[in-house]
C-alpha cells in the first residue's frame, strides 16, 4: 500500500484564491512527521511546511498551512491567497522513525499535485 | 538556513562512461545524506542513504555496483553512476538532515539536484 497518496494530479486556482492540496499517509507509527515541498520547474525541493504527529495544533508557515486530522490520517496543504509564482509541483511527504533505530530519518514522498495558477 | 549544493547541475555523457555527482552540506555536518532520483513527471524515489564513515544503504532495486556513494567526509557525499546508459538519465537529488547541531531533524534540506543526459 502506498504510504503516501496525493490523489489530485493537477489542479487549477485562480489568483489570490486560496486552495487545498490533499495528501493521506499511511503508518502505523505514532511517531511520524509530515512535510510539504514546493517543486517549481527549476527542480529544487523548497520546503513549505512540517507538522510532527504529537503536534496539537495545525502548523502554519505564513501563506501556508497545514489541516492536520489525526484520525483520517490528512494532511491537506491550504495556500491562501496564491500568487502566480505558486505554479509548481507540490509533494507531500512522510518521515517515520528508522526501523534499525539508527539515525536514517528518510522521506517517502507522494506522487506530487501540479498547481496552476490563473491569472 | 541550512545549504546543500550538488555539483554539477547538469551532466550529458555518453552511453559507457562514469558520471560522479557530489552533494555537499555548506554550514552543517552531515553524518547521512540520502540520495533520490526523479524521473520526469514523477514523484522523488530514495535510492540510497549515505553514511559517513560507513557503507551505504541502497533501497531495493538499486544496483549498488551501480550506483556507488562514498560519504568521505561529514560535508561530502558523491554519488558516481558507472556505466551509463539511457535509462539512467534522470534528475538526481541529494538531502541532508542537519539534526543534532542545534537544528532539529524536522528540517532537511536538499541539493538543487543534477540533470544526468546520457546519450
Known amino acids: 500500500a502506498q504510504k503516501i497518496t496525493q490523489t489530485q494530479p493537477g489542479m487549477f486556482v485562480q489568483e489570490k484564491e486560496a486552495v487545498t492540496l490533499d495528501c493521506t499517509y499511511d503508518?502505523?507509527?505514532?511517531?511520524?512527521?509530515l512535510f510539504w515541498y514546493k517543486q517549481p520547474s527549476s527542480g529544487e525541493m523548497i520546503f513549505l511546511i512540517y507538522q510532527g504527529s504529537y503536534d496539537q495544533q495545525n502548523a502554519t508557515e505564513g501563506r501556508y498551512s497545514l489541516n492536520f486530522q489525526k484520525a483520517r490520517k490528512s494532511a491537506n496543504l491550504v495556500i491562501s491567497a496564491s500568487q502566480l509564482g505558486d505554479s509548481a509541483m507540490y509533494f507531500c511527504a512522510m518521515r517515520e522513525r528508522p526501523s534499525s533505530g539508527a539515525g536514517s530519518y528518510q522521506l517517502t514522498f507522494g506522487k506530487g499535485t501540479k498547481l496552476s495558477v490563473i491569472p | 538556513g541550512a545549504v546543500v549544493s550538488q555539483h554539477p547541475s547538469r551532466v550529458i555523457c555518453k552511453s559507457g562512461t562514469s558520471v560522479k555527482i557530489e552533494c555537499r552540506s555548506l554550514?552543517?555536518?552531515?553524518?547521512?545524506m540520502f540520495w533520490y532520483r526523479q524521473f520526469p513527471k514523477q514523484s522523488l524515489m530514495l535510492m540510497a542513504t549515505?553514511?559517513?564513515?560507513?557503507?551505504?544503504?541502497?533501497e531495493q532495486g538499486v544496483e549498488k555496483d551501480k550506483f556507488l556513494i562514498n560519504h568521505a567526509s561529514l560535508t561530502l557525499s558523491t554519488l558516481t553512476v558507472t556505466s551509463a546508459h539511457p535509462e539512467d538519465s534522470s534528475f538526481y537529488i541529494c538531502?541532508?538532515?542537519?539534526?543534532?547541531?542545534?537544528?532539529?531533524?524536522?528540517?532537511?534540506?536538499f541539493g538543487p539536484g543534477t540533470r544526468l543526459t546520457v546519450l
Open positions: 554550514d552543517f555536518q552531515a553524518t547521512t
Open positions: 549515505s553514511n559517513e564513515g560507513s557503507k551505504a544503504t541502497y
Open positions: 538531502s541532508a538532515p542537519p539534526g543534532g547541531q542545534g537544528r532539529s531533524y524536522n528540517e532537511q534540506f
Open positions: 503508518t502505523s507509527d505514532p511517531s511520524y512527521g
